[in-house]
């Protein structure tokens, strides 16, 4: 699946023999079972630009599967490292931003941040130490936001869509 960016080997042309069974799921079981997808500007659905046009045609040929099969789907996992992230700027992760938030829109999709927590902790012979999250939307001790203009910023690209 492409790190859950891509669904489209359910498609019937994909040639992958359990598409036609994922689209008969028994009446039993089709109202428990959630698809997820991850869009990230590095996902492979193609160039980011301000029209988003060719962007969005690559999320959908990947991710559009149980979208248009009738699936519960929800985007688990969008966001950028927040440390390259210019609020001020016109530069393509502010256009990702906007990309996003016209897919999620136009598809009517509950979606998550990438991730909430500033760390994580690493094993390395038992010994654990907190390590930086790029991406989180608290800073490494979890006390005060990363990156607050982010937040407020970018989630702004998906709420007036």
Request: include cysteine.
């Amino acid at each position: 699946m492409d790190y859950e960016n891509d669904w489209s080997f359910l498609n019937a042309d994909s040639g992958f023999p359990i598409g036609d069974a994922w689209g008969n799921i028994v009446d039993e079981l089709a109202d428990k079972i959630v698809f997820e997808g991850h869009i990230y500007d590095w996902s492979g659905f193609g160039e980011i630009a301000k029209d988003c046009e060719s962007f969005l045609a690559g999320v959908d040929a990947k991710l559009n599967w149980p979208i248009v099969n009738g699936k519960a789907f929800v985007l688990t996992e969008l966001g950028n490292d927040l440390d390259s992230f210019d609020i001020a700027s016109d530069e393509p992760i502010n256009w990702y931003y906007d990309c996003v938030g016209q897919w999620v829109v136009e598809h009517e999709l509950g979606y998550m941040w990438w991730v909430l927590g500033g760390s994580y902790y690493v094993r390395d012979d038992f010994a654990q130490s907190p390590s930086y999250e790029w991406f989180g939307l608290l800073n490494i001790e979890w006390d005060e936001w990363h990156n607050v203009g982010i937040l407020q910023e970018s989630i702004k690209y998906i709420w007036t869509e």
